[in-house]
C-alpha cells in the first residue's frame, strides 16, 4: 500500500469511528493546515490527483467552517452562480460519493432508512439524506438546486431545507424540457430572480463585478478542460490512479473557480508531457480497446478499472468529462448559465444526450460503451436501451452494467466482474 | 335496506347498469392518448379528438424490454398499451416526472406510427410558471389542431364548459358516496371516474346528470347496522379495482381521494369564459392546470403536506393511507415528510407500495383489517 493510500485508510477509519460534523471539520483542519497538505500531496502518485485533492480538501473545508453562507445544490445547478453570489455550495450528491469511498454509506443508508426513504431510490440521494440525517454535512443557509436530469435531487433537497428549517430559502430552478427561445428566457429570469432574492436575503445586492470574474474563471477551466480532452483522443497510458470520473467535484462544484482552472491546467500539462512520450520513436505503444464509459462508476473500492487495464483496454472518455456548453458572455451572467443548463445532454429529451454520445465515440473513435446502470436512476437507466441500440448501429458495442455507485452491498461484483471480462473479451 | 339476490340496494344497481351502458358506448371520435393530470384534455376536445386516459388495465406482459426492471409500472403498462393499441391519433405526454420523459423517448423512437407530444410542465406556480406554461400549452395546441381530427372540432369555450361540468359532477358524485356508501360504493365511483377519463364528455355528462337525479331519489335507510371508519387516501397514480372493492367490503369509507386517478383529475374547475381571445382562454386553462390540487412531482412539498392535512382535520379521518406506486421517486420521497408531518395528528397511517395490474389482494387484506383494527 503507498503512502497516500496509507494516509487515505487511516482517514477513513477515523471517520468512521468519529460520525459527526465536527469532528469531520476538524480533521478537515488539520489535513486542511499547509503544513499537513504539503507533506499529505506529496503522497500522491500524479500531479493532479495531488492538485485535485489539495483543493478538494480546501473548498470542503470553506464550507464546512461556515464563515460564509453555504447552499446545497445539486450536481448540475451551475457552480458559477453560488460563487458569484459569494455563496460556498456544496453537492450533497457528490459526497454521496465520498460517503462510498470513506465506506460510510452502510451507516448514512440506515440513517436514511430509518427516516422512511425507500430502498428502491437512488443510493447517491438516500446516502446524502442520511448524511444529512446523521448531521455529517455543513449545516446549509439556502438550498438552490435543479430537476434537471432527475427528480430525485429536487425532492430529497426539499426534505433537508425541512430538516434545517430553511424552507422559505429553498428554491428549485426548474428548467425546461426544450432549449426554445422562450425556455431560455424562463430559465435565465428564473435564474436572475433568484439570485435577487438570495441577495437580499444576505442583505447584498448582486456584484455584477464578480460574476464577470468567476464566469472568466470559468471561461478559463472550460478552455483547459476541452484542451485536456481534445489530447485524451490520441492517449493511451494515463498517471496512475487517474480517472476521469474522479473530478466529478471541481468540474461541477468548483466551475468559476481559479482552482478548477489550474487543475485542468495541470492535468493538461501532465497529460501533454505522457502523450509527448508516448509519441517518441523510442517508446512501443500498444494497441488498446478504446471504451467510452457512461454515467458513473461505483466510488467503494472495486477492481472495474484494473480488470480493463488487464484486458488492454482503456476507458478513453466518460459522458460526465464533456465540455458541453458555449463560452459564457461575463457580461451576461443569467442568460449564459442559463444556455449553460440548456446545453447539457442529460435535459429533454434522450436525442440529446444520443447525440452527445455519438459524437464523443466518434471523436474518442470508441470500440465498446459501458453503461453504468446506477440503481434507481430513472433518468439514465430508462434510456439506456435505445443508448445500446442506437450504437449498435454504429456498430459500437455496448455493455449495461447493473450495479450501484454507492452501496456495495446492492451490487454483485462477481457479476459484474463476469460481465465485465466477457464483453472485453467479445470486444 | 332493500336489497336483490346479489345483495345489491336499487341505487348500487342503478350505478352499475349505467357502468354498463356507458361501457358499451361506441367512441366515434378519433382518440388522443394522455397519461398525467397536467394535461388539459380541453384542448384535445377543442381539437376534435376524444382525450383519452392510457391506464393500462392489461397484466404487464410484454413491455419488450425497453425499460429496466427497476422502472415505474405503470408507465411500463402504458408503453404497453400503446404498442398495443392501433387506435390512437396521437400521444400527448406531460414531462411529470423522469419516467415519463423516458416514455416519450421510447415512444418516439420505438414508435414511429404514432406522433407524440411532450407537454413541458413547470413544478414551481409563480406567474413566470404559469407563462411558460401558457406557451408550452400554445405550442401543444399548434399540435392538436395538426392531429388531423378537425371535423368534430369544437370551440375552445364549448370544451372547457363540457370539462368543468363533468367535474363538478364528478364532485357531486364524489359528495353521495361520501353521504352514504350504500348507496354509492366507492368502487362504483372510481369506475365512473375511470370511465370519466376515457369517454366521451358530450355523452356523458347528460347520462351523469340522469344518474346522479336517480341516486338523489334514495329512499332506503340504508344507514342502519353500518358502521365505517373514516379513512384519507393519498397517493400516486391507482387503479385498483380490487382494493376499492377491499376499502367497500372491510367498511373503510375513504373520506378523501387525494389520488392522480381521483381527486387530482378533477379538482380543477375552469369558468368557462365568453368571448374572450384563444390566448386568455388558454391562459386561464394554463393557471389553473398548475395550480390545481398538486402531485408530488411539484416543487414546494409543503403546499402538499399543509392540504393533506388540512384535508385530516377537516374530514376528521381516523386514519390515512398512503399508496405508492412502486419505483414512484415523487411520491416515495414524499413519504419521510409526509411521515413526520401526520406525527401531529396521532393517527395510524399504513404505506402500501403497490405496482400496476399486480395486486397482492390477500396481502393486502390482512393489512388492512390489522389497521382497520387499530382505529376501533
Known sequence: ?427 | MITDKKGLSWTQKTAKNFIKDIQKEKDTKSKIGWVCTYTPEELILSAGALPYRILSKAPLNDDKGYLPINFCPFIKSILQQVFSEDDLKAIVIANSCDGLRRLYDIIDYYKKDIEVFLLDVPRNTDKLSVRHFFSNLVRLNLFLQGCGTSEEAVSLYDAVKIVSIKKKLLKSLKEVYLTDPEVLTFSDYEKIVELSMIKDPFMLVPRLEGLLEELDKKDVGTRAGHKYTDIYLSGSFVMEEKLWGLFDELGLKIVDDDLCSAKRYFSNVIRPLKNISLDDSIMSISESYLKKTPCMRMADLSIKLDEIKEGIRKTEAKGFIYISMKFCDNSLLFYPLLKEGLRDFGIPSLFLELETNNFPEGQVKTRLQAFKELMI
Not at chain 1, 425556455?183 to 448582486?206: D, P
Not at chain 1, 464578480?210 to 494515463?238: C, P, T
Not at chain 1, 472495486?302 to 484486458?311: E, S, T, V, Y
Not at chain 1, 434507481?376 to 450501484?404: A, V, Y
Open chain 1, 1 to 427: 500500500m503507498s503512502i497516500s493510500e496509507n494516509i487515505k485508510e487511516n482517514l477513513k477509519v477515523r471517520v468512521q469511528r468519529n460520525l459527526n460534523r465536527n469532528y469531520i471539520k476538524r480533521l478537515l483542519r488539520i489535513i486542511g493546515s499547509r503544513p499537513v497538505l504539503m507533506l499529505y500531496g506529496k503522497s500522491f502518485s500524479s500531479v493532479s490527483d495531488e492538485y485535485l485533492n489539495k483543493i478538494s480538501i480546501k473548498h470542503i473545508l470553506d464550507a464546512y467552517q461556515e464563515k460564509k453562507e453555504v447552499a446545497y445544490s445539486s450536481l448540475f445547478m451551475p457552480s458559477e452562480f453560488f460563487h458569484g453570489l459569494d455563496i460556498i455550495p456544496f453537492l450533497p450528491e457528490v459526497f454521496a460519493g465520498y460517503t462510498a469511498g470513506l465506506g460510510l454509506a452502510d451507516q448514512t443508508l440506515s440513517g436514511a432508512s430509518s427516516k422512511w426513504f425507500s430502498t428502491d431510490l437512488c443510493t447517491f440521494h438516500r446516502s446524502a439524506s442520511g448524511a444529512v440525517e446523521l448531521d455529517l454535512f455543513p449545516k446549509p443557509d439556502f438550498i438552490i438546486c435543479t430537476n434537471l436530469a432527475c427528480d430525485a435531487a429536487q425532492k430529497s433537497f426539499f426534505l433537508d431545507a425541512v430538516k434545517y428549517g430553511i424552507g422559505k430559502n429553498y428554491y428549485l430552478i426548474d428548467v425546461p424540457f426544450d432549449n426554445a427561445n422562450s425556455s431560455l428566457e424562463y430559465l435565465s429570469e428564473q435564474l436572475k430572480n433568484t439570485a435577487h432574492k438570495v441577495s437580499k436575503k444576505m442583505g447584498k445586492k448582486i456584484d455584477y463585478k464578480k460574476f464577470r470574474e468567476v464566469i472568466g474563471h470559468s471561461n478559463d477551466f472550460r478552455k483547459w478542460a476541452l484542451k485536456v480532452n481534445k489530447l485524451r483522443k490520441e492517449l493511451l497510458d494515463y498517471p496512475p490512479n487517474f480517472n476521469g470520473l474522479n473530478f466529478i467535484y471541481p468540474f461541477h462544484g468548483l466551475s468559476g473557480t481559479r482552482d478548477a482552472a489550474i487543475l485542468f491546467k495541470k492535468i493538461y500539462e501532465e497529460l501533454g508531457l505522457l502523450l509527448d512520450n508516448q509519441k517518441s520513436p523510442e517508446k512501443r505503444v500498444t494497441e488498446k480497446k478504446r471504451l467510452l464509459w457512461l454515467h458513473l462508476k461505483p466510488y467503494y473500492k472495486n477492481d472495474i478499472f484494473k480488470i480493463i487495464g488487464q484486458h488492454d483496454a482503456i476507458v478513453a472518455f466518460e459522458e460526465i468529462s464533456n465540455v458541453y456548453w458555449p463560452e459564457l458572455d461575463p457580461g451576461d451572467p443569467f442568460r449564459s448559465l442559463a444556455l449553460k443548463m440548456l446545453s447539457h445532454p442529460l435535459n429533454g429529451s434522450i436525442e440529446n444526450r444520443l447525440r452527445a454520445i455519438l459524437s464523443l465515440a466518434e471523436f474518442y473513435d470508441i470500440d465498446g460503451a459501458i453503461i453504468f446502470s446506477h440503481w434507481g436512476c430513472r433518468q439514465s437507466n430508462g434510456g439506456s436501451r435505445i443508448i445500446k441500440d442506437e450504437l449498435s448501429k454504429k456498430k459500437i458495442k455496448t455493455l449495461i452494467l447493473d450495479g450501484d455507485c454507492v452501496d456495495k452491498n446492492n451490487s454483485s461484483s462477481g457479476q459484474i466482474l463476469t460481465r465485465l471480462q466477457g464483453f472485453l473479451e467479445f470486444l
